[in-house]
């Protein structure tokens, strides 16, 4: 089911054209079509809590997954499929400077909290998060549960040897977990609607995008509504640790906080700026912000 296509080309952003692609949930009968429970009851179940712009949902990794297995459940009955994204410091510095990607994040339907630099963020702002659910933790949580039911994944993000090599991991790490198809990041423009109508003719429960941010947030909000998945998640160099490319931090390393320490020293030339400078301005912000709100608490602004 993989596709062998040639060493990765020149990645094509995508674009707002709207693809006539058909999906098989608009051709069901209409006594299968029960009325459409709404998207944002059965994910999107809590207010989100917003920080410097923007929106997540504070919940904890069993309450996440409950809702997400909870929509696949139900997904003959939903009008699209639902998105789920992490966000991280590296989000907050992207989304200043990039409006759409900043309302991509906010229209999600579920947005978890990831990292050591929102929690000290959200702390530090007096709304502190229940829990830290980094998507490299998260969605192998999510996949256990989801093997246990025996349901379906399709991969599409970074090289082709990569997802095979994740497709193998998969099928010995999560065995009831069915790998429907997967396929490189790198593509045309001209290929995107063979890959819709392939990931369609699939119809996977989970959908895992990992093409990087701001990318794969845009891919994924802007082919949701045509997509015929449960689930379609943005998860950035997820496929790069599956696939043994990078390797996770030593376990003290994540319960300190400084995972992005190890990340840094297996990829400093794509990861120096999150270090040096993403980091640094963030932290210095919420200092700033902090001496803000005691000086003047009605206008801190977060
Ligand atoms: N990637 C891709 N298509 C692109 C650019 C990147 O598939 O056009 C892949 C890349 O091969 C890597 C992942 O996206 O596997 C990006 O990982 P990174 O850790 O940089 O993600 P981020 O932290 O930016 O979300």
Redesign the pocket.
């Known amino acids: 089911m993989l596709h062998h296509d040639p060493a990765?080309v020149k990645?094509v952003t995508p674009t707002n054209t709207t693809y006539d692609v058909s999906s098989k949930r608009g051709r069901r009968p209409a006594f299968v079509r029960k009325p459409e429970v709404n998207i944002k009851h059965s994910v999107n179940g809590s207010e989100k809590t917003e920080l410097f712009g923007l929106k997540y949902h504070n919940i904890t990794r069993s309450e996440a997954i409950s809702r997400l297995r909870q929509h696949i459940e139900n997904r003959r009955f939903q009008s699209k499929s639902a998105t789920l994204f992490f966000i991280?410091v590296?989000s907050f510095q992207l989304a200043k400077k990039d409006a759409d990607f900043r309302h991509c994040i906010n229209q999600a339907d579920l947005v978890l909290p990831d990292g050591s630099g929102l929690s000290y963020a959200a702390k530090a702002t007096g709304k502190p998060i229940k829990e830290n659910l980094n998507g490299t933790d998260f969605i192998p949580a999510l996949c256990k549960t989801l093997a246990s039911e025996g349901r379906s994944v399709y991969l599409?993000?970074?090289?082709t040897d990569?997802v095979n090599r994740c497709t193998q991991y998969i099928r010995k790490t999560y065995p009831g977990l069915k790998v429907l198809g997967g396929r490189?990041?790198?593509f045309f423009q001209d290929e995107h609607e063979s890959i819709i109508s392939e990931i369609n003719s699939l119809q996977p429960d989970l959908l895992l995008v990992?093409?990087?941010?701001p990318?794969?947030e845009k891919w994924v909000m802007r082919n949701a509504s045509i997509l015929d998945v449960g689930i379609c998640s943005?998860?950035?160099?997820?496929?790069?640790f599956w696939s043994g490319?990078y390797r996770r931090a030593p376990a003290w390393m994540r319960k300190a906080g400084i995972e992005w320490v190890y990340?840094f020293m297996q990829?400093p030339i794509?990861?120096w700026k999150?270090v040096f400078v993403e980091i640094p301005v963030f932290l210095f912000k919420i200092g700033y912000w902090s001496v803000r709100r005691r000086i003047n608490p009605e206008n801190a602004g977060v």
């Open positions: 990765p990645q991280n590296h599409l993000g970074a090289n990569t490189s990041g790198y990992a093409m990087g941010s990318l794969q943005a998860v950035g160099g997820l496929f790069d490319k990340r990829d794509t990861k999150r």
